[in-house]
């Protein structure tokens, strides 16, 4: 769904747009950057990244798409895949400095992506995902939209809270450590 920026007019993608807290004024990107980096007296210019395919450790082809942000700690760079026409399955993204080259920044970023896309938490057995055993399970948490409880993203694939706890039940008696990540950290 497209939106209008208050600001420049543009019609741009709902997510890549910010509200401000302000004034309640929707910002495209390219407005939010100009006015953080005009309050904070810091060069940034937006840089627009063409989309990239990558292929994932069960063959299956996703493509990225990205966007570059100024944020109060440093320049952000996200990679999201669409779904549905909004951010969704494989995210990641990195954040250094202001003074950070904004293309090795990418570079980081794409090499972050290339691991996640080697990773694999799943397997497929008799007819279901379960997890990879034993391992380290890679994911995110989201909103469950209609739900009581979260959804859980995990090598890109959607799980409903309940789904995820009937995986993790085949571990019974087994100790587990939860580690909370930020997206841009890595773990």
């Given at each position: 769904?497209k939106?209008i920026?208050?600001?420049?007019g543009?019609k741009v993608?709902?997510?890549e747009?910010v509200i401000?807290?302000?004034d309640?004024?929707?910002h ?5 950057n ?6 904070l ?5 937006a840089v ?15 493509t990225f798409?990205f ?5 109060p700690?440093?320049k952000l ?10 951010p969704?399955?494989?995210?990641s993204?990195v954040l250094?400095g ?8 990418k570079i980081?970023?794409l090499?972050r992506?290339q691991?996640?896309?080697k990773?694999?938490s ?5 007819g279901s995902w379960?997890?990879?055993?034993p ?8 909103y469950g ?6 959804t859980?993203?995990i ?5 409903t809270?309940?789904?995820?706890g ?8 087994w100790?587990?450590r939860?580690?909370?990540v930020?997206?841009t950290d890595?773990d």
């Open positions: 769904m939106v920026c208050d600001y420049c543009a993608p709902k997510y747009t401000s807290p302000e309640g004024k929707r495209c990107f390219n407005c939010f100009k006015k953080i980096s005009q309050e007296g810091i060069d940034f210019e627009n990244f063409d989309p990239i395919t990558l292929e994932d450790s069960y063959g299956g082809k996703h798409h966007r570059s942000l100024l944020v700690t440093g760079i996200e990679a999201f895949e669409l779904k549905d026409g909004e969704g399955g494989y995210m993204g250094d202001f003074s950070c080259d904004i293309s090795d920044l980081k970023l090499n992506l691991r996640l896309m990773h694999k799943l397997k497929m057995l008799h379960t997890l990879v055993s391992g380290i399970i890679r994911g995110r948490i989201e939209f209609g739900e009581d409880s979260p859980v993203i090598d890109g694939k959607y799980f809270w309940d789904e995820f009937r995986m993790i039940t085949s571990y019974e008696g100790q587990f939860l580690k909370m930020d997206k890595e």
